[in-house]
């Protein structure tokens, strides 16, 4: 029997969690028996690998250093290409990933008539509130294109939920498949030796792009004002570095925060810290803390949309999030966004109670086995088969 080509469209594989999860996913993938998997690009960037098993194709020239402007003009010129490649190839099905490769992929449809589905992987009204022009044209276009499609893959239910109250997607036109983790790779990188030493009991660690929604700032502020002697790890980089950099030495922070940069292996240091902190106004579904859970750190998260809540609060319900102070969730601490006074709070419950800190870390290493990349890739297959299935019927 011929296989069936399924290509993952994505903007490229820089650096970014849906990046990330394109790669995980045709590791996984690249020698299945019914299937044929490759990778279309909009960029040709990477950061993050695929097997040489996968045939990879670029449709245009464009970097990360081209304006968002041009980026977004390109878009109906790379919908063509996309179109053409796919009657050129036989592509029988096209996942994408990230809003502006959804949008291609929703227009190449008028043309391809391809079968297809999206990933959401943002919560878009809270993403996409600040009246920026930038902002006006990504809802705009979520609104015009995403009721197109007849699947809407969303990495959490809060995604789903968002989609369907701001941008009126119908419920039935979405699932929810969850990002999947290699856990036992983690785990072995995890055991990594640190190039640096530290108190295992008395470190915090940060993984994030070091840019406004994620609000490290908050986090700087809060370990200032916590009074036990700790220190601080922040992996990443971005538009807030050097800001972030002369805040903590304007907090007294200088000796006790180390900026590590991008790492290829951040699960080396979560394995040597026993906290966690994610302090974002939104996400989609927080790669970086389930591989916290995974690394067995005591975690704590804004309550922010989407994916926190469903990652340490699974029974609560999907909408539901707190205003302020900390919520002492099953598996990690959820604290209100933009709360300085609940992290505080957070960090010394963590810190004053190490058997409970211990518990929570066993708690929430648990919960993360949930996520494991067999069962989240199977979800994938399952869902593949069953839209060809639909088209053919």
Partial sequence: MKKKKVAFLINSLGLGGAERVVSILLNALKDHEGFSFELILLEDEHFYSVPKEIKTTVLSNLTWSDSALKRTLYIPLLAYRLKKYIKDQEIDFVLSFIYRSDFVNVLASFLAHHRYALSNRVNASTTYADGSLSSKINNFLIKTLYPKAPLIINVSHGLKHD???????????????????????????????????????????????????????????????????????????????????????????????????????????????????????????????????????????????????????????????????????????????????????????????????????????????????????????????????????
Avoid: W
Wanted: glycine share 4%.
């Fill in 163 to 393: 989609l369907s109250k701001h941008y009126h997607i119908p419920m039935e036109k979405q699932t929810v498949i969850y990002n999947p983790y290699e856990i036992k790779k983690i785990e072995k990188l995890a055991l990594e030796p640190l190039d640096f030493k530290t108190d295992k009991a008395k470190t915090i660690v940060v993984a994030s792009r070091l840019d406004p929604i994620k609000n490290i700032h908050i986090i700087l502020d809060a370990v200032a004002r916590v009074k036990e002697d700790v220190k601080l790890v922040i992996i990443g980089e971005g538009s807030q570095s050097d800001a972030l950099k002369r805040q903590a030495k304007e907090l007294g922070l200088a000796k006790n925060v180390t900026f590590t940069g991008l790492q290829d292996n951040p699960y080396k240091y979560m394995n040597n810290a026993s906290i966690y902190i994610s302090a974002s106004s939104s996400e989609g579904f927080p790669n970086a803390l389930v591989e916290a859970m995974i690394c067995q750190c005591a975690v704590i998260s804004t309550d922010c949309p989407s994916g926190p809540r469903e990652i340490l609060a699974p029974k609560s319900g999907y909408t539901f999030a707190i205003d302020e102070g900390v919520e002492y969730a099953p598996f990690g601490l959820l604290t209100a966004v933009g709360d300085r006074d609940a992290l505080v709070e957070a960090i010394t419950f963590y810190l004053q109670n190490p058997k409970e800190k211990e518990a929570y870390a066993q708690k929430g290493y648990q919960r993360a086995q949930t996520f494991d990349i067999t069962a989240v890739t199977q979800s994938y297959l399952n869902t593949i088969k069953k839209e060809l299935s639909a088209c053919v019927a």
